[in-house]
């Protein structure tokens, strides 16, 4: 693909168009309530609930917002399998992971829009409920955007960042945002708290594959100072284009589908004032909502002529292939910083892309290296916080096959010397076992025993495992 396809929704959806069952255009109008979860239910995948399986991209082209408003188009499933989100970028997943760290490593900084080539954007009023924003239970505590990604600056710093956050639509210009504490759009909302002013944003709906997965890296990948827009340029082969907003004094990515312009404000409000209800997670369960967050003043809307607005469901494939791949290109670069004979990473989807983790080595050469892979996965668990179980397995088995990955626990680990249980560490609150309700080893919400399981064969024992491999006549 070319470096424009991969900064641009549409002509990576064009490019989909040739390759069977990966695009499904539904013509039939159905409501953003409800309606577009429920007709993608069956393709959303684990963890969404059964009977459920990974399956294509569904473009619904007339979803009818709550507001009342005219149809608009809603996109939903395009990252649904690992090997259609590596196909976007013209690579396969096994190396993609490869193509984010070199993309950190060589950013290649955003441009100014050059004029006339941009697309143009109309205007609209900064009316939520006119856009097909999609409810997907009836518990949530209203329509969410959770695929809108959040361009901001550091009025300390000056250092852009672009983040996806979970959002929730409290009125007709007003969203409340969820943001992960101690990551960067926290930091310069409050370096902007701290001078009394509010924190100009553009909030991206329908990014480029390039761009919406530099987004998703986790800090730990990329580091402070470090502009995502400037990762993905390099991901995607050219550079961003930046144009002005229309409503605020902000930068915005030209091709989005929509750009929704506000202020992030300091007053908090609670996420639902009617319940104690979010909306799904990417582990699988319902989310809780929030008593107090920040919310945007929206102060404008731009959109393509036909924009097509963008969104994940809840739980399912897509948030764990997007969450992924960062976390990957992070393992590989945390094990190559400690000479570790790692050959791949798969963040499985099933731990919503972050808390399992498949390691596989290289074959090993020494009865060393028995110790090292142990020790070595041992640190994946230590140092990142959101890994809760690791999975090494050798060269030998395909990591994208369960089947594959339970056969190698089945006959190459032994419970008592290949499992290695680190007590009491510190995980992630939404998985609901990692309380002190669920066990008395935990001795607060949000910390976890981790497991290592050791399913590679022991160098002395090797030429007892080798896998036959038929014979061609």
């Given amino acids: 693909m070319t470096g424009r396809r991969l900064a641009d929704l549409r002509t990576a959806l064009?490019?989909?168009?040739?390759?069977?069952?990966?695009?499904?255009?539904?013509?039939?109008?159905?409501p953003a309530r409800f309606g577009v979860s429920?007709?993608?239910?069956?393709?959303?995948?684990?963890?969404?609930?059964?009977?459920?399986g990974p399956g294509p991209a569904v473009l619904f082209e007339r979803v009818r917002p709550s507001g009342g408003a005219a149809s608009r188009a809603v996109l939903i499933g395009l990252y649904g399998t690992r090997r259609r989100a590596a196909a976007l970028l013209g690579t396969t997943p096994a190396e993609l992971p490869h193509r984010i760290l070199d993309a950190v490593t060589?950013?290649?900084?955003?441009?100014?829009?050059?004029?006339?080539?941009?697309?143009a954007r109309t205007l609209l009023a900064p009316d939520l409920t006119a856009l097909p924003v999609p409810v997907l239970t009836d518990r949530d505590?209203?329509?969410?955007?959770?695929?809108?990604?959040?361009?901001?600056?550091?009025?300390?710093?000056?250092?852009?960042?672009?983040?996806?956050?979970?959002?929730?639509?409290?009125?007709?210009?007003?969203?409340?945002?969820?943001?992960?504490?101690?990551?960067?759009?926290?930091?310069?909302?409050?370096?902007?708290?701290?001078?009394?002013?509010?924190?100009?944003?553009?909030?991206?709906?329908?990014?480029?594959?390039?761009?919406?997965?530099?987004s998703c890296c986790p800090t730990s990948l990329v580091p402070a100072g470090v502009d995502e827009l400037a990762v993905a340029g390099a991901l995607g082969g050219a550079p961003v284009?930046?144009?002005?907003?229309?409503?605020?004094?902000?930068?915005?990515?030209?091709?989005?589908?929509?750009?929704?312009?506000?202020?992030?404000?300091?007053?908090?409000?609670?996420?639902?004032p009617q319940g104690p209800h979010a909306t799904p997670e990417f582990l699988g369960y319902q989310g809780r909502a929030h008593p107090g967050l920040p919310t945007v003043r929206v102060t404008g809307i731009t959109a393509r002529d036909g924009a097509i607005f963008q969104t994940v469901s809840g739980p399912g494939h897509e948030q764990s292939v997007l969450l992924g791949f960062g976390m990957e290109a992070a393992v590989l670069a945390r094990l190559r910083e400690l000479d570790a004979p790692v050959k791949a990473v798969h963040c499985h989807t099933a731990g919503g892309g972050q808390l399992m983790v498949v390691l596989q080595w290289r074959a090993k050469r020494s009865p060393a290296d028995d110790e090292t892979v142990r020790k070595a996965a041992e640190s994946v668990l230590e140092e990142f916080r959101m890994a809760k179980l690791a999975v090494s397995v050798d060269e030998d088995v395909d990591v994208e096959s369960d089947a594959d990955l339970w056969w190698a626990m089945t006959t190459r680990l032994q419970a008592d010397r290949d499992v290695?249980?680190?007590?009491?560490?510190?995980?992630?609150?939404?998985?609901?076992?990692?309380?002190?309700?669920?066990?008395?080893?935990?001795?607060?919400?949000?910390?976890?025993?981790?497991?290592?399981?050791?399913?590679?064969?022991?160098h002395a024992l090797r030429d007892r495992f080798h896998r036959p491999r038929f014979t061609e006549p």
Avoid at 38 to 52: F, M, S
């Fill in 106 to 119: 060589a950013p290649v900084p955003p441009v100014r829009g050059r004029g006339g080539r941009e697309p």
């Fill in 38 to 52: 429920a007709r993608y239910a069956k393709w959303a995948g684990t963890p969404a609930p059964p009977p459920t």
């Fill in 420 to 458: 290695a249980v680190l007590p009491d560490r510190l995980g992630f609150p939404l998985d609901p076992t990692q309380s002190p309700a669920y066990s008395p080893t935990v001795t607060a919400d949000g910390r976890t025993a981790k497991a290592h399981f050791d399913c590679t064969v022991p």
């Fill in 141 to 214: 505590a209203g329509p969410y955007l959770t695929l809108g990604a959040v361009l901001a600056t550091d009025p300390d710093t000056g250092v852009r960042n672009l983040s996806v956050h979970r959002m929730c639509v409290q009125g007709s210009d007003r969203l409340s945002i969820w943001m992960v504490p101690g990551r960067d759009l926290e930091a310069a909302h409050l370096a902007a708290c701290r001078r009394g002013e509010s924190l100009p944003v553009a909030i991206h709906v329908g990014l480029g594959p390039a761009v919406l997965l530099s």
């Fill in 241 to 272: 284009e930046l144009t002005d907003c229309r409503t605020v004094a902000a930068e915005c990515i030209a091709h989005a589908e929509y750009v929704i312009e506000g202020e992030l404000e300091g007053e908090l409000a609670p996420e639902n």
């Fill in 14 to 30: 064009a490019g989909l168009d040739p390759m069977p069952g990966e695009l499904v255009r539904d013509r039939e109008e159905v």
